[in-house]
């Protein structure tokens, strides 16, 4: 847009540029808060992850500690010493190889779905 010149061409172009700087200067703010506003939102769904995670390697770490105790007990299981020794020496024709039985482990209790339904009652009359 030419510049007029006069007074009033002036004060028009000062005019524009006012308006060209409030919004700008609107621009900038509603992109402070949109940042802001996802900052938030990113940081706190992080640390809801965060603190899942923590809580899945805590299990996964007690899970493992439990395995370790099995196959401990396991293997110590295996060897058992008959008492043919009577030197007091450990011998290794002293040890017999013992089979343990073990029962499956009983399966975790499952939580109800949300997608699951329950079944729908059988009808209860002659048919």
Sequence with gaps: ????????????????????????????????????????TASSKLAHVDARLAKLERQAQFLEQRWNIVLADDRSALLVDDGANTHGNPSTDNLLLAVPTLSPPAPPPCAPSRLSRPLPEPPTGPP
């Excluded at 009033?8 to 919004?23: F, L, N």
């Design 1 to 40: 847009m030419p510049v007029q010149a006069g007074p009033t061409g002036a004060v028009s172009e000062d005019t524009r540029q006012r308006q060209v700087v409030e919004d700008l200067t609107a621009a900038i703010k509603r992109l402070a808060m949109f940042l802001n506003a996802f900052e938030h």
